[in-house]
């Protein structure tokens, strides 16, 4: 199985970064990540302050696959994820959406014991890995890692995790795909914008699709097909992703705008990745039992 190191890691999703690897499409690569800190917290008496901020969200990568063309889909399927012994929470002054109440920042190291993440002695989390920041290279100038965007990116889906498969639109020759920021675990929203940021390893397999194209990524997990997508504000991020599923919909079950769009509100669900990045990120779910295929 062929590796990246944390050490071969980007700040920015850009076309011009020299790979870290190459390989063939049908590969399995495991991925080392820092967590979103870069690992500069370990104690809670550090000061966030003190955090060199230029070092944030590190996306361990890029990973070159041979045959992926501008144009092409890269299915990611993700098949394992091991999280480090011990996560990092915090508060911090105007961030996130209680930002404007927080007066001093507050750092929390938890620990992580078999399937729980230990807020404290009486709060026990379940651990639920999953990937913050997975992206290809952009379309035209390079996106920080920290912004989401069609290209994939800081989407903060939980839904990203193991035993799923994110597909993603290839824009630059290879991909370059790019991933870190995992989390322990993260509700919906993130909204006090950390969720139990951790380092690891994500093992995947990429393959390159031929033919189909999408605008903007897709998961699928063993009961739902996600559209995903970004935007300044959340109700467009809603839209947008609702409209990609009702497209999906009409082409796959034969249905009209307005039956497909009916369908979809019967048994659509409208959901929040995130509300605190530069974009934030919405997705749509919708049943595998009524819709088989995608592509």
Same mark, same amino acid.
């Given at each position: ?14 076309? %011009? ?16 990540? !820092? ?25 361990? *990568? ?23 012994? !011990? ?40 651990? @639920? ?15 920080? &890692? ?40 993260? *509700? ?10 951790? *380092? ?32 300044? @504000?959340?109700? @467009? ?20 705008? %307005? ?13 929040? &990745? ?10 749509? *779910? ?10």
């Amino acid at each position: 199985m062929k590796k990246i190191n944390k050490n071969r890691h980007v700040f920015i999703m850009d076309k %011009n970064h020299p790979p870290a690897l190459k390989v063939e499409s049908g590969s399995i690569v495991t991925f080392e990540t !820092y967590d979103c800190f870069q690992n500069q917290i370990t104690k809670e008496e550090q000061s966030m302050e003190a955090l060199d901020w230029d070092h944030i969200n590190p996306a361990t *990568g890029p990973l070159f696959i041979e045959e992926a063309e501008p144009g092409d889909v890269l299915k990611i399927e993700i098949q394992r994820i091991e999280v480090n012994p !011990y996560g990092v929470i915090a508060a911090i002054p105007g961030a996130g959406l209680m930002g404007d109440q927080v007066q001093t920042s507050t750092v929390k190291v938890l620990p992580i014991k078999g399937d729980k993440v230990i807020f404290n002695e009486n709060i026990h989390l379940p651990l @639920e890995p999953m990937i913050g920041v997975i992206g290809v290279a952009p379309k035209g100038e390079g996106v920080p &890692c920290g912004t989401p965007g069609a290209h994939g990116g800081n989407m903060d889906n939980k839904k990203i995790k193991e035993g799923t498969t994110l597909f993603l639109p290839v824009y630059q020759k290879g991909a370059l795909l790019s991933m870190g920021d995992l989390h322990g675990a993260m *509700g919906d929203g993130e909204v006090m914008v950390s969720g139990v940021e951790v *380092g690891g390893e994500v093992s995947v397999k990429v393959q390159v699709l031929k033919g189909p194209s999408i605008s903007n990524p897709i998961l699928e997990d063993q009961e739902y097909y996600y559209t995903i997508a970004s935007h300044k @504000e959340l109700l @467009e991020a809603v839209k947008i992703a609702a409209a990609d599923m009702q497209k999906l919909v009409m082409r796959e079950l034969d249905l009209s705008f %307005n039956e497909a769009g009916m369908l979809l509100s019967a048994a659509g669900n409208a959901e929040v &990745c995130q509300v605190v990045d530069p974009l934030v990120t919405a997705r749509f *779910g919708f049943p595998k039992y009524l819709m088989k295929s995608f592509l």
